[in-house]
């Protein structure tokens, strides 16, 4: 279900000239915020996506801007030597709705009005990022 709230203000910015800028803001803001917490991890920035190998295979956090230029979300992937994803995996990439903790919420999927607005929504998205997705992607490469 669509939060009405966000609609309201979505719609707000679509009339705001300011709103691209903003936009660019919160966005800068993500990407610094994910290359914080990814770095240490070993993980390397390349365009909008970073990763890291191992013997394994590459595992990769990719921010995918959506088409309509109201948010983001975080994909992650993971691919053997073979370039396939692992046996367990229905798909090449998921998102971070399995970390959410559950009622199907993605904290992935970052809306850059809320980003601006309010900040714990990436505060939050990291720390779950850092302290569940990352070690479960991390272990495909043990």
Partial sequence: MEDEDLSARKHHAAHDPAFPGRRE???????AALDGALRPFGYALKGSTWSRSSPRGKSAVH????RYGWEVQILLRFVTPEGEPPAEW??????????????????????FLDVLEKP?????T????TLEALPWLDRLHD
């Avoid at 921010?63 to 959506?66: A, E, F, T």
């Avoid at 714990?120 to 939050?124: F, I, K, P, Y």
Wanted: proline share 2%; aromatic share 2%; hydrophobic share 40%.
């Fill in 90 to 111: 229905d798909e090449a990439e998921m998102t971070m709705e399995r970390f959410g903790g559950g009622g199907g919420e993605d904290p992935g999927r970052l809306a």
């Fill in 25 to 31: 803001e919160a966005h800068a803001r993500i990407v």
């Fill in 126 to 129: 990291i720390d779950i990022l």
């Fill in 63 to 66: 921010l995918q801007r959506n």
């Fill in 120 to 124: 714990a929504h990436l505060s939050r």
